[in-house]
Each structure stands twice: as C-alpha cells, then as structure tokens.
C-alpha cells in the first residue's frame, strides 16, 4: 500500500510537492523557463515583413493593425486580424499544426489545414509568437509579435 491509496497520504505527498515547489529561487523557475524556450533552436525564424494598419478613423487614434505578413525562406504566414480571431494562411499552402506562444509560456495549439488555412480564437491580446510545424517536418518561429 503506497502513500497515495488514501486522502491523507495524498494530500500529504502533495503538500510536500507544494513546500519542495516554494523552496525554489523564482530566478531558477525562470531560467528554466527561458531554456525550454530553446527546443525550437531548430526552427527558422519567419520576419515581419508587412505589417498594415487600418486606416480608418482620425490621425489622433493609434492604427489598429490589420494584417501581419512573416516570411521565412520556403514559405510565408499570412494573417488577418479580426476583433475576435487571427485568421492566416500559410504560402504554398501545405497542413501542419500552429502554435501559439505567449510570454507566461501558455500555449494553444490549432490544425492547419490541407489548403493552409487556421483560425485563432479568441484573438490573441499582448505579446506572442507563433510556431508552425507542417506535415513535412518544416519548423517555422516568428518573430514575438504584439497586438
């Protein structure tokens, strides 16, 4: 019988996890996470390249941006940002999976399909990356970008 066939024993070893937690520097949390960063070392990075503002609206209001380009050398992610969504395509259109990196080190991942497209909802906010992987074994980084 292990510790974790009871209540007790469970809420014990998972306190104990939570003290061992505690007991870390927060300097060493972030490096680990600023290392794990480094598993897409492999994947090339895509530029910004087109950036375009909406030009609705008076010279005082900030642009909203409207439409994001990245290029990397095989390929290109195109973007248009909604109110509530990022919808892109990816240039020659192939599928894969797109992921979404925020800063924190959250993640959501979504399909790319056979034509290329994917949708991102609810629209991402504050600084993020996106990682493409196509069904080929290309792996693509962009630029951190923020809305």
Do not use: C
């Not at 897409?40 to 642009?63: K, Q, Y």
């Not at 290029?71 to 192939?94: H, K, Y």
């Not at 906010?125 to 196509?134: M, V």
């Amino acid at each position: 019988m292990n510790d974790w066939d009871t209540d007790e024993g469970l809420s014990a070893d998972l306190a104990e996890a939570l003290r061992a937690r505690a007991a870390v520097p927060d300097r060493f949390v972030r490096l680990g996470k600023e290392a794990f960063a480094w598993h897409t070392v492999d994947a090339e990075l895509a530029a910004l390249t087109i950036a375009e503002p909406e030009m609705a609206g008076s010279r005082a209001e900030g642009a909203v941006l409207r439409a994001l380009t990245f290029v990397a050398s095989r390929l290109t992610i195109e973007l248009e940002v909604t109110d509530t969504a990022l919808v892109g395509q990816i240039v020659p259109p192939q599928p894969g999976e797109l992921t979404l990196r925020r800063r924190d080190g959250s993640t959501r991942a979504v399909s790319v399909d056979a034509v290329g497209w994917f949708h991102l909802r609810p629209r991402p906010t504050g600084r993020f990356q996106l990682h493409l992987r196509t069904a080929d074994g290309m792996s693509v980084v962009t630029e951190w970008t923020e809305l």
